[in-house]
C-alpha cells in the first residue's frame, strides 16, 4: 500500500498530547509542552496512547492535558487544529498502553484509524510506516509550527514470551525522537495499526567539563513498540 494513502486516510486520526497550564499571573496565556501522539480508536473520541504519556505529566497537572486533531485542511494544503480536553479510561502499566476519551460538549463525531491488525501474521522484515509527531515541541519552538511526520522502516525483531510463544514486543529499524510515544505503527500490507510506538534506544556520550549525568545522546537505529493485540485487549476488557 502507498504511503501517500495510508497518510491521508488516517492523517486526522493521529494527533498530538500536551499540557497547557495557564500563567498565574495572566490566566489568558499558558506553558505548553508537547508529550506525545495519540491516535483515535472509536467514533465517539477514545484514543490509544503509551501509559507513561500519561503517567509522566504530574498528578496535580493532569486536568491540563488535552488532545490535539486535525480538524481541516484547506486548498493550500494547511492543516488546523482543535484541542480538546481529555479523561482517563483505562491504562495496562505492563504493556504501555493507555486508552483516553475525548470531552466534547457536543455530538462530535471522530475519524479513527482505519483498522486495527493482527501482528501475529507480520514477519521479520515487513514494511511498516510510524505517523505522529516527534520533537513536536523542539519544531514549534524553532519555528516550524506543529509539524505531523511520517516514517518508512521495516520491523527488525521480534521477540516472544518464553512459555507460550506469543509475540510480546517488536523492534523497528529506525530511531524514535521525543513526542513520538504512542505513534501508530501501520502496515504497508493492508494499511492497518499493527503496533504502538513505546520507546527508544540510544548511546549517551559524555560532553567534557560537563556536570555528570550530563551529555549528547545519539539515537540508536532501533525503536521500541508493542503489538496492537494488546491494544485490542485493552479495548475489549
Do not use: W
Not at 36 to 44: M, N, R
Not at 84 to 106: C, G, H, M, R, V
Not at 128 to 134: K, Q, R, T
Not at 167 to 192: C, Q, R
Amino acid at each position: 500500500m502507498e504511503n501517500s494513502k495510508i497518510i491521508k486516510q488516517n492523517q486526522k486520526s493521529v494527533g498530538f498530547i500536551d499540557v497547557r497550564i495557564p500563567e498565574q499571573n495572566d490566566p489568558t496565556k499558558s506553558r505548553t509542552s508537547i508529550r506525545g501522539t495519540g491516535f483515535i480508536v472509536s467514533k465517539d473520541g477514545v484514543f490509544a496512547t503509551n501509559a507513561h504519556v500519561f503517567l509522566e505529566v504530574l498528578e496535580n497537572e493532569r486536568k491540563f492535558l488535552g488532545f490535539n486533531a486535525i480538524s481541516k485542511i484547506d486548498e493550500k494544503g494547511i492543516a488546523s487544529y482543535t484541542r480538546y480536553q481529555i479523561e482517563l479510561i483505562k491504562i495496562d502499566k505492563e504493556n504501555d498502553l493507555a486508552l483516553l476519551k475525548i470531552k466534547s460538549s457536543e455530538e462530535a463525531s471522530f475519524e479513527p484509524v482505519k483498522g486495527l491488525g493482527n501482528l501475529e501474521k507480520i514477519d521479520e522484515g515487513d514494511e511498516m510506516l510510524i505517523l505522529g509527531y516527534p520533537l513536536a515541541t523542539e519544531l514549534l519552538a524553532m519555528g516550524f509550527g506543529i509539524t505531523y511526520t511520517s516514517s518508512q522502516c521495516i520491523i527488525s525483531a521480534i521477540k516472544r514470551k518464553g512459555k507460550d510463544g506469543s509475540l510480546h514486543f517488536f523492534l523497528v529499524d529506525t530511531h524514535i525522537n521525543l513526542g513520538a510515544s504512542g505513534s501508530p505503527i501501520f502496515s504497508k500490507n493492508n494499511g492497518e495499526v499493527v503496533g504502538i510506538v513505546s520507546g527508544r534506544i540510544g548511546i549517551k556520550i559524555p560532553i567534557p567539563n560537563v556536570q555528570e549525568n550530563k551529555g549528547l545522546e545519539i539515537p540508536a537505529n532501533i525503536g521500541f513498540c508493542r503489538p496492537v493485540n494488546y491494544l485490542k485487549d485493552l479495548i475489549n476488557n
